[in-house]
């Protein structure tokens, strides 16, 4: 009997149910299609799914396998396949936004009509979003008593990496990974962005077992720093599941390892939500904000100079020019440049998503909606509107010797290199492209917004 195992975001061979199931049943077809959900991606998210899918491909190589291509609409290529390869059964481990929970139930339907089976497994969390529920049967809208629940549980046991996996006798044919360039989109330099991913799900053990050994026990201490890099680095693996959740939980013990285990919680949390009010993806959380005045027209030439890293604000520049170059930013200055986005400028929290979405290699649907809408003050669980960051504080905080800032402002190599990213229309100089003061004054700022605020008809 074989299995077609349909990729989405559990580009691994380990600790992966829906992998588990098909072996057992004999022959696997593992499959990635490039379809509207693919599409839809923004720049880096793209770009850095190629290589992961290029690195996957290698994986199930090395065990005797292959990862075949298609491109089209999901049902279709599956249909395709089916009638290629006479596969009787098609898994896929679950996603849990609207657009996939539609057209997953959608193609689960019509396969099984078609007699085929067709079976969606856990994989992409520790625990399903309808698993974690409040003491009124609910699912919680609040961070720390879903927490409290979940640190006192185990995720389960891991799923063993295949030595081999068996495949059909003839293989259906792939496209190739090449012509589908999905690195097409970048408009910044893809080699500058590449020195700094780490790709595939051998590294990103690798990543897991050093962060455990080396970084772990100061993470309480030293996450928040951010010239440091106390971090693990593994949103990028997990988001297009080179690794899973109960991996990394499973493997964080001793010093360190709870404070590390609430951060995973944290990526469950935004799930639970997006799964039980997917309005989260595009609405504000909470209803009465939809009202709140948000400055967008007045406040184009701003916005561009958030994007580009040339506001004036060090820390907000530094961090923007970090995402710029490397695809990813510290959590402390996510929130700062956020804070300052949404608060000082007054500008759309969905702004500031659709930047996010466009340029980390780590985005992730449902944790860069929670982190925005949070932010803003809009969201579940949100911080109030009325703390609003005081960048210079918060540098001063958390980059106390300004290394942080340095190195994206200075004239080191890190620094450089936006320079070599940037395309050519931002028109930008070293050392002369940021202005003596902020576009959006600290203090101006923080008062406008709170004056709004105290305004608000909701
Ligand atoms: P670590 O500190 O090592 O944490 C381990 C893991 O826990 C992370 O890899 C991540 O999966 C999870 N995690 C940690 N913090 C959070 C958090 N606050 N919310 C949800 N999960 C968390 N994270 C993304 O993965 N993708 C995004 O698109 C994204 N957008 C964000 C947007 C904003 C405005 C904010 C404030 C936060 C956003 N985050 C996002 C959360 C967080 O900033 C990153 O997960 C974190 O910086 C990744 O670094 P790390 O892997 O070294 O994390």
Not at 39 to 55: F, I, M, T, V
Not at 384 to 400: G, I, L, T
Request: negative net charge; aromatic residues 12%.
């Amino acid at each position: 009997r074989t299995t077609i195992l349909w990729h989405r975001r559990d580009l691994r061979l380990s600790d992966l149910p829906a992998l588990t199931a098909a072996r057992e049943q004999g022959a696997v077809i593992p499959v990635f299609i490039r379809e509207r959900k693919v599409d839809a991606l923004g720049a880096a998210p793209a770009w850095r799914l190629g290589w992961s899918l290029e690195a996957h491909g290698a994986e199930l190589e090395a065990v005797g396998s292959r990862l075949v291509l298609r491109s089209g609409d999901a049902l279709e290529v599956l249909r395709t396949l089916v009638a290629e390869t006479g596969a009787e059964a098609v898994y896929w481990s679950r996603e849990y936004d609207p657009v996939s929970i539609e057209r997953d139930s959608e193609v689960k339907a019509a396969l099984r009509e078609a007699g085929v089976e067709a079976r969606s497994f856990p994989g992409k969390l520790l625990w399903e979003p309808w698993e974690v529920k409040t003491g009124q049967g609910g699912p919680y809208k609040v961070f720390s008593p879903m927490w409290k629940t979940m640190k006192g549980e185990a995720p389960g046991t891991e799923c063993p990496r295949p030595r081999e996996l068996a495949g059909p006798a003839d293989w259906p044919e792939s496209e190739s990974l090449g012509d589908w360039t999905l690195g097409a989109a970048m408009r910044r330099g893809g080699e500058v962005l590449a020195r700094y991913a780490v790709v595939g799900e051998t590294a990103a053990q690798e990543r897991l077992r050093d962060f455990v050994a080396g970084r772990m026990h100061n993470y309480p201490k030293g996450r928040d720093l951010l010239a440091e890099r106390w971090t693990s680095g593994l949103s990028e693996n997990l988001t297009y599941g080179e690794i899973s959740p109960r991996q990394c939980w499973n493997a964080a013990e001793g010093d360190g390892s709870e404070t590390f285990r609430k951060e995973l919680a944290w990526r469950e949390f935004g799930w639970q939500l997006g799964y039980h009010f997917p309005h989260m993806f595009e609405r504000e959380w909470r209803e009465e904000w939809s009202r709140f005045p948000w400055k967008d027209d007045e406040r184009k030439a701003e916005v561009k100079a958030w994007k580009q890293g040339r506001t004036g604000v060090d820390v907000v520049d530094a961090a923007m020019r970090e995402l710029y170059v490397t695809g990813t930013m510290h959590n402390r200055a996510r929130m700062i440049v956020a804070s300052y986005l949404t608060k000082h400028m007054m500008t759309d929290w969905r702004v500031g998503r659709d930047w996010f979405a466009d340029t980390l290699i780590d985005w992730d649907e449902a944790s860069n909606a929670l982190g925005w809408q949070w932010t803003a003050g809009c969201g579940p669980d949100a911080a109030p509107y009325f703390r609003v960051f005081n960048p210079a504080s918060q540098a001063e905080k958390f980059d106390a010797k300004g290394g942080y800032r340095e190195r994206w402002l200075g004239s080191g190599e890190d620094a450089s290199r936006f320079y070599d990213a940037v395309p050519v229309s931002w028109r930008m100089e070293q050392g002369r492209d940021r202005p003596a003061k902020p576009v959006v004054g600290l203090e101006e700022g923080r008062k406008a917004a709170l004056d709004a605020y105290a305004a608000r008809d909701f």
